[in-house]
């Protein structure tokens, strides 16, 4: 016999006998303590014999007053049954009522927050806690769902979702498409928002006005101009001139959602934000055979902040705080000034000694901070050189360009004897109102020419400014 073959055997000799006797085996041999008896049966348990016991009986009395047995026997089988189909249509009326819970509840919160805002966008919109304390010491307002972001915007949930959503292809955009010329030739995109898209931008320049931007950003800053940006480098021996190549596309989607984590906003709300500030480069084209001739808007590229969006220039700022800070850092050891006008670069010093280094150095850092120098528009301008910084000329003093104040001059000049119709070449809208700003830039940049360029403006529209 083999062992398994043994406790089998064991097993059943112990099945067989009473309980009593096994338990008495047990006391004897030090396997249960000998004041205690028998423990009782779970309750479980208890209850299933309870039920099995009396079913048993009452087949024992319907055996010994029926004599058809096989009647007995299709009559207990259909009792069974119909108790069977009773239990499944219960199981099934509760399953039913779980998934309509279920389903009434997604839907609850589908109405109530953005579940999904496209591919690849969705990610963190699970996330719905902001860090309150950041960000009421910066602040701004605390805001840690979608919900709170469309109240505060003043719209539906249901609006924020058909502003945010993002499509690699779209009959309907948000943005008006244009292109403007350069001046150095070529063309600029505008993205222009719609006014549903406006309105809710503008709250977001006004949320991060109170963040301000750093001392050396003088592009877009309240108080600040190209004139301020200007009379830091005047008198320098040295200056020099970087641009920033595809600026505002260079910051991507990812980055300035980055930007409003960092703030402390949760992740739902931070990618909210930056899907209602960046829009993807588009182009429009129509599927050939559509019988609707609908014309589909195909993103080309990532999400990134469009030329256009009155929030751009602030985010801009706002991400460039550290490579300000380490540009303006690397300059003052080398002995020069830096400031940044948007994507202008400007660095003075007193002698070409470090130039080389200071150059190398400042490449490495905008390559880290994710951004490229222009190949064509980097200048070193000597003190024997027109010396430049955003068109004003600063070699002694803050002053227009030559060919500028010639240029306006010649404009007044020729618009008081031929008037501002004649003088309108390039078909400006309103050439007065062109003119006015004109000569009100002249005169922030030469004040002490201001009564002359005033005097020659009264001249050119007739005395009525």
Known sequence: MSEQEHLQYLYKRLARLDDQIVLQ???????????????????????????????LARIGRSALTVDDVQAALKAERARRWEESKKRRALRKAQADADRRARR????????????????????????????????????????????DLAAALGISIGKLRWLTYHRRGATLVHYHRYEVPKKTGGVRAISAPKPALDACQRWILAMLAPLGTSAQAHGFVAGRSTLSNAQNHVGRALLVNLD??????????????????AFGYSGAVATLLALLTTEPPRIAGAIAGDPLKRRFHIAIGERQLPQGACTSPLL???ICKRLDARLAGLARRAGFVYTR????????GPDRSLLGPLLGAVRRILHAEGFTEHPDKTHVMGQAQRQEVTGLVVNTAVGLKRDDKRRLRAMLHNAARTGLDAQNRAGH?????????????????EPERAQEWYAALARAVGGNQ
Do not use: C
């Not at 396997?31 to 009396?54: H, N």
């Not at 006008?341 to 003075?348: E, I, N, P």
């Open 341 to 348: 006008y948007a994507d202008d670069l400007s660095f003075s």
């Open 316 to 318: 801009t700022n706002l």
């Open 244 to 261: 920033l190549k595809d600026f505002f596309p260079s910051v991507r989607f990812t980055r300035v959602r980055g930007l409003f984590r």
């Open 429 to 445: 809208p309103n050439f007065q109102s062109y003119l006015r700003g004109w000569v009100a830039y002249a005169s922030m940049v």
């Open 25 to 55: 085996r047990m006391k004897a041999l030090g396997y249960w303590p000998i004041a205690d008896g028998l423990p009782p049966d779970p309750p479980d348990e208890a209850a299933e014999r309870k039920q099995i016991e009396a079913e």
């Open 104 to 147: 009434d509840a997604w839907q609850a919160h589908k109405l109530a927050t953005i579940v999904h805002a496209g591919s690849g966008v969705s990610d963190q919109l699970n996330d719905a806690q902001s860090d309150a304390q950041k960000l009421t010491r910066a602040g701004l307002p605390v805001l840690h769902s979608a919900s």
